[in-house]
């Protein structure tokens, strides 16, 4: 069965400081991959998506940027974090083509920047 | 431009009623319509979904309703259970048929109390 993992959980860190999340998905091969953020309030923003190593597609411009090192890896990263950039981000993956099945969503990340 | 939108932010219902969360889009492309279920401090996870050619799909105590004409869908749970009580998000999918994949659109979601 396919599985996401995404961690840490909660992240509290100084403004100006580096960020790495890191999501991996296992049982599935060639997944398009996604990373959300919901921030205090609002819905699901789409800020990177991926259909293959290396590629990613960014939805908004912003102090944060994506990977994909491996097929099955997504990092999203900042180089010096801003206060706003603190919310509940998550990775997601799907399969193509089957769009009735909608993405699977890893358990997020809360992050604080403080 | 929103185009997927959830006026409802919250909903309140009494356990065994029934809970009609509603939606609404503005891009006659979307050709699956989702709902998703989330928790605090959890991921969404996937309800129920509809096809744009359908008008109605049923799973259980869920159901999903679309009216094309009107841009509008509707997801019904009876009887609602306090275990029902969580933020609910709708989205809408467009397919990209040469790159095989599709991107989902999401609602700012409804959050929905089921009262004991």
């Known amino acids: ?114 | 431009d929103q185009q997927v939108k959830q006026n409802s932010p919250s909903l309140s219902v009494q356990e065994g009623r029934i809970s009609i969360l509603n939606c609404d889009y503005t891009n006659s492309m979307f050709d699956y319509f989702l709902w998703y279920k989330k928790y605090p401090a959890e991921g969404p996870t996937f309800l129920i979904s509809i096809s744009s050619i359908k008008d109605k799909n049923e799973d259980g105590r869920f159901t999903v309703f679309l009216n094309k004409s009107a841009k509008h869908l509707s997801l019904h749970i009876v009887p609602s259970q306090p275990g029902d009580s969580a933020v609910y998000f709708c989205a809408a999918s467009i397919s990209y048929s040469g790159a095989g994949s599709y991107q989902l659109t999401f609602g700012k979601g409804t959050k929905l109390s089921v009262i004991p």
Not at chain 1, 60 to 66: D, E, R
Not at chain 1, 89 to 100: H, P
Request: hydrophobic letters at 35%; a positive charge; proline letters at 5%.
């Open chain 1, 1 to 114: 069965s396919q599985t996401i993992h995404q961690w840490p959980a909660t992240l509290v860190q100084p403004v100006g400081s580096p960020l790495s999340l890191e999501c991996t998905v296992e049982g599935t091969s060639n997944p398009n991959l996604y990373w959300y953020r919901q921030a205090a309030g609002r819905g699901l923003q789409l800020l990177f998506y991926s259909v293959g190593i290396g590629q990613i597609s960014s939805e908004v411009p912003q102090n944060l940027s994506a990977s994909r090192p491996q097929d099955r890896q997504f990092i999203l990263s900042s180089k010096k974090l801003l206060l706003s950039d603190s919310g509940f981000y998550l990775c997601a993956w799907s399969v193509r083509v089957q769009a009735r099945y909608g993405y699977t969503f890893g358990s997020g990340t809360r992050l604080t920047v403080v």
